[in-house]
C-alpha cells in the first residue's frame, strides 16, 4: 500500500512537471463555459449552445469554425457538463476498426450501466464517406452522441445523413479585443508584464486565432527574458515591449491606427479608380501587413466594380464576387492570390460610373418630380379579373418583334422622354451606346473611345 501512495505522489508530481512544460495555449484551456472567450452568440446569455449544455440535452453537433477559436476546449466542456463518458478520436489517424471498436464499447456501457457516450472526432473532414458512414447507426440509434470538429465547410466535407443528424454550430474568429483578454491571461500565467502597443499588435497578428495569439506571446515573453538575466531568475517581472513582439513574428509593425484605416482603404480606391495597378497593389499590400480584415478589403473591391469600372467591363463585378468568394472558402494566406488578381483586374479595366449615375438620377427625380403611375399596358394581368380593369391593354411583346424591340413607352407619362443611363465610349460599354442609338434612332453618346479595348476599333476619321 506504502509503494501505491509513493506511485501516486510520483504519478502527481511528473503531472504537475508536464503541465508546467506544456504550451501556453494549453496550460491555459479554460475549465467552465464562463472561462471560455468569444462565441458568445453561442455561450452568451440566452445562447442555444449554453442553453442544451445546461439542459444536459444535447445531441449530436458538429463545430465549424477556423483554427482557434476553441471547438476542441467546447468539446470537453461540453463532455464534463454532461452525465455521458467522453471519448476522443482524431480523424487524422483513427481507423473504421477504431470507430467500430468505440461504437462497441459504447453500447456495452449503455446496455450495463445505461450511460451514454460522448465521441468527439476532431477533423472530421478528414473522414472519407465509409468511415463517416461507420458512425451513421450508432449516431442514428443515440449510441453515440457525436461531437465532429472541423475547419472546412461541412455541407462539403460532411456526409448529408451525418449532417443531418447533428446540430451544426459555426464558431466565429475571434476580435482583437478577445485575443487581448486571452494574452492578458497568458503574461499572468508567466508572471510577465506588457506594454499595450505589445500586446495590440500581437492581437491584431493572431487573425482571430487564440492558440496562435498565445504561442506568439510566449515567443516574445522568451525573447524578453533573454535580454533581462534577473527577470529570467525570477528576480523581477518579465516585460514584453513592442520590438519583442515583433520579434516573434518576425515581422516589422506597421502603425494602422483608425485614421490609416480609412487613408490606406481610399488610396486604394482610388488607385484603382485612377487605373494604376502598381499603387492599387501597394496599397492591398499595406492592409495586409497590417492585418486588414481580408473581407473589408473583398466589400470594398465588390463596391468599386460597380461604382467604377459598371458596364465599361462587366466582368469586373464577377471577378470581384470571386474573390471575395475565396476569402470565406480559402481564408488568408492563400486568398491575399485571389485579392490580388481582383485588384489588378479593376485597376486595368475600363472605367465607367454611369450605372452610379444614372440610379443617382433617378432617385432625384423620385424625390423631385411627380411619381406617376404604373402605365396601363405594363401593369400585372395574370390574376382573375386584371383584363377587366385594363391591365395589359396595348402591351406589345418585344420578341414577337424582329431584333427584339418594339418601340414602347416604359416610363410614367409624367416622365416620358427622361434619360438616366448615359454609357461612356469606354470599353464594352461603347458597345452599349452604338446599340441603344440603334435601336431608338438617337445619336450615341459622345465620348472617347478606347480602341484596345473596344472590339470593333476606332470610329473612322
Given amino acids: 500500500m506504502a509503494g501505491s501512495g509513493g506511485d501516486d505522489l510520483f504519478a502527481a508530481a511528473a503531472k504537475v512537471r508536464l503541465e508546467a512544460r506544456s ?10 463555459l464562463d472561462e471560455v472567450v468569444g462565441q458568445q452568440h453561442l455561450l452568451g446569455p440566452g445562447g442555444s449552445l449554453r442553453k442544451l449544455v445546461d439542459a444536459d440535452r444535447l445531441s449530436s453537433v458538429i463545430f465549424w469554425g477556423p483554427p482557434g477559436t476553441g471547438k476542441t476546449t467546447l468539446a470537453r466542456l461540453v463532455a464534463e457538463a454532461s452525465s455521458k463518458a467522453f471519448v476522443q478520436l482524431s480523424a487524422v489517424n483513427a481507423s473504421v476498426k477504431d470507430v467500430r471498436t468505440v461504437i462497441a464499447e459504447a453500447e456495452e456501457r449503455l446496455g450495463a450501466h445505461g450511460r451514454g457516450t460522448i465521441l468527439f472526432l476532431d477533423e472530421i473532414h ?67 508584464t506588457a506594454t499595450d502597443e505589445a500586446v495590440a499588435y500581437l492581437a491584431s497578428r493572431a487573425a482571430g486565432d487564440g ?6 506571446l510566449e515567443v516574445a515573453v522568451a525573447l524578453a527574458a533573454a535580454e533581462d538575466p534577473e527577470a529570467a531568475d525570477g528576480a523581477r517581472p518579465m516585460h514584453v515591449e513592442l520590438h519583442h513582439a515583433e520579434g516573434a513574428t518576425d515581422l516589422k509593425a506597421l502603425r494602422y491606427g483608425q485614421d490609416d484605416h480609412y487613408d490606406i482603404v481610399s488610396a486604394f480606391i482610388k488607385s484603382i479608380r485612377g487605373s494604376d495597378p502598381d499603387a492599387a497593389l501597394y496599397w492591398l499590400a499595406r492592409m495586409l501587413a497590417a492585418g486588414e480584415d481580408a473581407r473589408f478589403i473583398a466589400r470594398r473591391l465588390v463596391i468599386s466594380a460597380s461604382e467604377d469600372i459598371g458596364m465599361a467591363d462587366p466582368l469586373g463585378i464577377v471577378v470581384a464576387d470571386a474573390a471575395a468568394r475565396a476569402v470565406e472558402f480559402v481564408g488568408l494566406p492563400e486568398a491575399q492570390i485571389s485579392l490580388a488578381q481582383a485588384t489588378v483586374h479593376l485597376a486595368t479595366a475600363p472605367k465607367s460610373n454611369a450605372s452610379y449615375a ?3 438620377a433617378a432617385q432625384a427625380d423620385i424625390q423631385s418630380r ?25 402591351y ?32 464594352y460599354e461603347a458597345q452599349l451606346a452604338r446599340r441603344l442609338a440603334a435601336l431608338t434612332g438617337t445619336d450615341a453618346t459622345p465620348g472617347a473611345t478606347d480602341p484596345a479595348l473596344d472590339e470593333e476599333g476606332p470610329p473612322e476619321p
Fill in 396 to 427: 406589345q411583346y418585344p420578341h414577337a418583334h424582329p431584333g427584339g424591340w418594339v418601340d414602347q413607352q416604359y416610363l410614367p407619362p409624367e416622365l416620358a422622354g427622361a434619360r438616366y443611363y448615359e454609357p461612356t465610349g469606354r470599353g
Fill in 126 to 192: 478528414r473522414f472519407n464517406k465509409a468511415q463517416q458512414d461507420a458512425l451513421l447507426p450508432a449516431v442514428e440509434s443515440g449510441v453515440l452522441t457525436l461531437i465532429g470538429a472541423t475547419t472546412e465547410n461541412p455541407f462539403f466535407e460532411v456526409n448529408s445523413p451525418l449532417r443531418s443528424r447533428s446540430t451544426l454550430f459555426r464558431l466565429q474568429p475571434l476580435g482583437e479585443d478577445e485575443v487581448a483578454v486571452l494574452l492578458r491571461r497568458g503574461l499572468a500565467a508567466e508572471r510577465a
Fill in 23 to 32: 504550451p501556453l495555449a494549453a496550460r491555459l484551456r479554460p475549465r467552465s
Fill in 211 to 216: 492558440r496562435q495569439g498565445l504561442t506568439t
Fill in 358 to 360: 444614372g440610379l443617382l
Fill in 370 to 394: 411627380p411619381a406617376g403611375e404604373v402605365p396601363a399596358h405594363l401593369r400585372d394581368a395574370s390574376y382573375p379579373g386584371a383584363r377587366a380593369l385594363g391591365h395589359g391593354d396595348g
